[in-house]
């Protein structure tokens, strides 16, 4: 057989490996195996790939404001400093398949290219002088592409907000109360009611089938399985709000023993959405990748995980159990079931893990940090869904961005910046104050002041008055 | 064939008419392919279609709305302070869409006095440009440079203090390297470049 044809064979399957040419990226490694999501075409351009680029990422960098957004890159006047740094092109900065050259952040640019543009910043910023370039993204002041919660007039805002603010506590969810607005949700044959196990409308052959109704432990029933199940169900949100057996089970027609992630989806559209984009799930995201990936089972993460779940593959299912559906076991136990890494095994000797750190749900979680409550608004403003953001990767890249859907619910923006700087405090989860010190909020009361900062909101009145 | 009830401009309708030389130029699918207007023409065009809007909103929009009915401000960051975006944002917000569909055309506004230092002129026809406009009141100035190994006609036009909101924000602005702007006055320019191949 020639080697032609030995490729040939072996570039519809797993072997296709033999293809990936050098350890691809933290980020991207789950779905190396659809090398056309990124490769679109044989001979693809730069141009091609960037699409693909895009087609993932866009969303993401609109809504961190980019700082650099391509325009400026592809604007003649900047030609010179396009020809130094190619910023039209995401892989200029973050080549695939480079682990040698990659670090933080999938970038695979010297640390200080920041230089390459800004080289006269000291003029400008005389607090700036005898900066070194590596530090300018590295030390907790900017980033290249989301600086919403580190820029100027944002620092001088919240300047003198105090290390933990009373009362913090994360916004409440609502979808109960929006779901009338959403157009997906199947209201008229599920109307918000509470129901009870008198209710329930599961057909008697189910209610046998130890498929959908597991016998719990050895040599139980599956019809005591399916009692539990009922009581659970009857406990849970989806009873209080008339969310009912086939509502889940039969959404597609046919009685199904085990619902997947294309019903929770159905009602919980943004959360699901969020999970295909993340770690969690992007095996999954066939309308991004172009196939569907079969899930990655636990023992492929990269990060540190217990060996029990090894096998397991993550799906909606994992962290929200049938027929409960406990939110608190989905943002804490849920996590520690895989993850095995120093942070999560600090969490339960972490301040954030006592009783009453927030004030409203009762303490800070896993989720509450990586899976934030965000507030996604319609119709302008008509309606605003107070979702869980499913994407837990989101706020990670870098962490920076997790100050503003997170860390400033309940901290000031100083104390906030200074614990995301302090690694060796991260690792541990917090369980001291930050002792590192950024000086981003001290350098800009220098330069500005509370008078420069009276002159600001004067120069604002000016053009109001 | 129903003309548009307006007062064609002169260089428009010069080129029109050449192109309407048969029965129906509005008939014909090649008229419209046909080139009409010279580089310059086209940034004049373009330019006045940028001023005009940028007038309008900063007088229809930001002055009624901030000064007059006093029931919002404007700020740099808008989103933030839940406040109308600065007339200059609004246009950088529309070279930027441009930017992302087109490569015909790019613009910007600059200033040598620019609070946001990546607005200072950077190119030597932008140097030159802005200087020039800001010495001469009223007038244009259009040259062509070499960028990137493209051509450009480039064109630089005056934009000026056209309401008391730009001279009361600039002056007092924190990051404005200049402090003493009166009505009237030239406060920078909108650079317009057409690449020439």
Redesign the interface.
Known sequence: MGLAAILAGRLGGEDRRIFVPGATTDGHYQIEMACTACHTASFASRDDLQAACEGCHADALDAA?DSH????F???????R??LLDARYCVTCHAEHEPAATHSMGLTVPEDFCVLCHAGISD?RPTHDGFEFTTCASAGCHNFHDNTAL?E??LLKHAEAPAVVPGGAIPERNFASIARYVETYPIDAYPLAALTAADADAPASAQLSPASAPPRGAGASAAAGFDAALLEWEASAHAANGVNCTACHAGAGAWSARPGYEACGACHAEEAAGFRQGRHGMRGNAAALGVELPPMPVAEARLPMKAEPRDDAVDCGSCHPAHEFDTAFAAVDACLGCHDDEHSLAYPSSPHAEPGSDARAGRVTCATCHMPRVEKSYEWGAYVHVLVQHNQSDGLRPAEKMIRSVCIECHGLGFSIDALADAELTRRNFDAPPGAHVPSIDLAVE??GSA?RT??N???Q???? | MKRPHMKRPAIAAAGLCAAAAGASFLASADAGDEPVFSPKQLADMLHLVMESDRTVYTRVI?NRL??QD?VI?????F??DQALALPAQMFRFG??MV??KS?DF?Y?LQSEWAVN??NMP??DA?KTGLAYIAENPGERYYTEEE??G?T?FTAVYPDVAVAP?CV??H????DSPRRDFEIGDVMGGV?I?I?LE
């Not at chain 2, 401000?73 to 960051?77: D, I, K, M, V």
């Open positions: 404001r957004p391509k325009s400026k592809t604007d003649p006047r900047n030609a010179d396009t020809a400008e820029y007039d944002f330069r500005r420069a002159t600001l004067h120069a604002r000016g053009a109001n008055e | 930001v901030t000064l006093k401000t404007a700020s740099e960051h989103e933030d070279s930027e930017a992302s490569e790019s910007s230092r990546q950077r190119t932008e960028l990137g493209v450009y909101a009361s924000c002056n007092e602005h924190p650079v470049r690449p």
